[in-house]
T-cell receptor
Framework: GQNIDQPTEMTATEGAIVQINCTYQTSGFNGLFWYQQHAGEAPTFLSYNVLDGLEEKGRFSSFLSRSKGYSYLLLKELQMKDSASYLCAVLDSNYQLIWGAGTKLIIKP | DTEVTQTPKHLVMGMTNKKSLKCEQHMGHRAMYWYKQKAKKPPELMFVYSYEKLSINESVPSRFSPECPNSSLLNLHLHALQPEDSALYLC?????????????FGPGTRLTVL
């Protein structure tokens, strides 16, 4: 079967760093996406990884290890507006997105 | 420009009503998607259109009827819905290369069925 696991909820402090992990088991792999979703709003694209390693984009970085079926999203210099759900999604062998349940990130002052 | 627009933003309808949700993109994308999202759950894929042809229907009940009039527009016609169909309905589009495309989402329509 297809399975994507990420923590349900995480709490961090403004200005700090947080790492959100995602592990996956899917039928085929054509890349992994991270999306941010504020409550009641649409998901917005953050990153796409298909090769092993770290992709950095401003305060956000995403890492992938295909051999371990593992990714993480790293958020630095946290701001209150980063409070949102972060969704990990894998593109399977049919190029369909398989979604994780999302991690709700709470930022405290 | 990575904008996908959806109308209306909110919709309240009775179980006997017929309504339509609309989605539009002008990015030249050739794949368009309808998702349903319940609170605190990830999006669930409903339909995929590729080059204006329905390519995926994820066993969605017939009370949901998609339509793709042209490459920029996607509609979702609703009829005889149930209260459990209340959800956020998201439209997305991607280039439609058949490869690893990024999907860009519209703001969604919050649907309440009474």
């Amino acid at each position: 079967g297809q399975n994507i696991d990420q923590p349900t909820e995480m709490t961090a402090t403004e200005g700090a760093i947080v790492q959100i992990n995602c592990t996956y088991q899917t039928s085929g792999f054509n890349g992994l996406f991270w999306y941010q979703q504020h409550a009641g709003e649409a998901p917005t694209f953050l990153s796409y990884n298909v090769l092993d390693g770290l992709e950095e984009k401003g305060r956000f970085s995403s890492f992938l290890s295909r051999s371990k079926g593992y990714s993480y999203l790293l958020l630095k210099e946290l701001q209150m507006k980063d409070s949102a759900s972060y969704l990990c999604a894998v593109l399977d062998s049919n190029y369909q997105l398989i979604w994780g349940a999302g991690t709700k990130l709470i930022i405290k002052p | 420009d990575t904008e996908v627009t959806q109308t209306p933003k909110h919709l309240v309808m009775g179980m006997t009503n017929k309504k339509s949700l609309k989605c539009e993109q002008h990015m030249g994308h050739r794949a368009m998607y309808w998702y349903k999202q319940k609170a605190k759950k990830p999006p669930e894929l409903m339909f995929v259109y590729s080059y204006e042809k329905l390519s995926i229907n994820e066993s969605v009940p017939s009370r949901f009827s998609p339509e793709c009039p042209n490459s920029s527009l996607l509609n979702l016609h609703l009829h005889a819905l149930q209260p459990e169909d209340s959800a956020l309905y998201l439209c997305a589009s991607s280039q439609g290369t058949g490869g690893p495309d990024t999907q860009y989402f519209g703001p969604g329509t919050r649907l309440t069925v009474l």
